[in-house]
């Protein structure tokens, strides 16, 4: 039988030592490279012209890119509804997202909501209202019978949800029975004009959007009548998937929070048209998915 040497016995030990040292060095490189990545993609979804929307938010994109050491880079949804699959597809690591989709995206993907910014008005949520031309002679549900509606998006709350629970609370089964016609504009701006051109007798579409075209042309106000508004949610909310390290995940909130305490965060904020930003939470989101539960339980609706 061979013997080993104290000295090999020795050796090996140390080697096995150093094996094990190397191999908990690597681990924690990797997973703190995991939790820096070199850049992150953060969808926006498309409220406004796409064009001003994207400026807008690549001043705010540079500012989170130089205070992280992370390069934040933008990605415009083409629909509302794309969210669950542009997470998926594109690998967003988060998104700016309306009420509705930002429910779907923490129901179905575990995202975080963290942030909400707080607008001009000082307002960081948002409702939805149901409107008609004050000539209409639209005043009830008796009076909508058989006109036509126009919707925003069936993944909005504003432009969408909250009119299907609005209609089956009064009573409502059935839209395609109940109107003539309806359909969807695919921006609140779109749905306000199609009602003001007498296009379509109702609408639907956000509070925000509404007293906005207002401010800028108050002959909007005097033709248009508000007939039901929405419980508030918030407006737009700044989501990140769950993969995304703890620590980046409260750096990035941190950054967020206190912008308005900084000259340099303020000068962002007057371009991105924001007072400010506040904390988010799940709990914001709870009347979204009530909301949601009722219309899927007591209303029909084909799709178009």
């Known amino acids: 039988m061979r013997h080993v040497s104290r000295s090999a016995r020795h050796f090996a030990r140390c080697f096995i030592a150093c094996l094990l040292v190397c191999s908990v060095a690597t681990a924690a490189l990797a997973v703190s490279a995991s939790a820096q990545p070199d850049e992150l993609l953060i969808g926006i979804e498309p409220e406004h012209n796409?064009?001003?929307?994207?400026?807008?938010?690549?001043?705010?994109?540079?500012?989170?890119?130089?205070?992280?050491?992370?390069?934040?880079k933008l990605t415009i949804m083409s629909r509302y509804g794309e969210v669950i699959k542009r997470f998926r597809t594109l690998r967003l690591d988060g998104a700016f997202l309306t009420s509705y989709t930002a429910t779907m995206g923490i129901k179905e993907l575990h995202l975080e909501p963290i942030a909400?910014?707080?607008?001009?008005y000082g307002a960081s949520t948002?409702?939805?209202?149901?409107?008609?031309?004050?000539?209409?002679?639209?005043r009830s549900m008796i009076d909508m019978k058989g006109g036509s509606i126009v919707f925003v998006d069936p993944a909005t709350m504003e432009g969408y949800l909250f009119p299907l629970v609005f209609l089956a609370q009064h009573g409502v089964k059935n839209i395609n029975e109940?109107?003539?016609?309806?359909?969807?504009?695919g921006s609140h701006a779109s749905a306000i004009f199609t009602v003001l051109d007498g296009r379509a007798d109702i609408g639907a579409a956000k509070s925000t959007v509404f007293d906005q075209l207002v401010k800028s042309d108050p002959s909007?106000?005097?033709?248009?009548?508000i007939i039901a508004q929405s419980p508030k949610a918030p407006e737009v909310t700044l989501c990140i998937k769950s993969e995304i390290s703890q620590n980046l995940r409260e750096r990035l909130t941190r950054v967020l929070l206190h912008m308005d305490k900084t000259v340099a965060g303020k000068n962002v904020l007057q371009?991105?048209?924001?007072?400010?930003f506040v904390k988010s939470n799940t709990e914001d989101f709870a009347i979204i998915e009530k909301m949601a539960q009722e219309s899927l339980g007591s209303l029909t609706v084909h799709g178009k």
């Open 126 to 138: 948002s409702q939805g209202y149901i409107f008609v031309r004050k000539d209409s002679g639209i």
């Open 50 to 72: 796409i064009f001003d929307q994207m400026e807008r938010y690549r001043t705010l994109a540079d500012y989170l890119s130089e205070q992280l050491g992370v390069k934040v």
């Open 116 to 120: 909400s910014p707080v607008n001009l």
């Open 178 to 185: 109940f109107f003539h016609d309806y359909y969807f504009s």
């Open 271 to 276: 371009q991105f048209k924001a007072q400010g």
């Open 220 to 225: 909007i106000g005097q033709e248009l009548d």
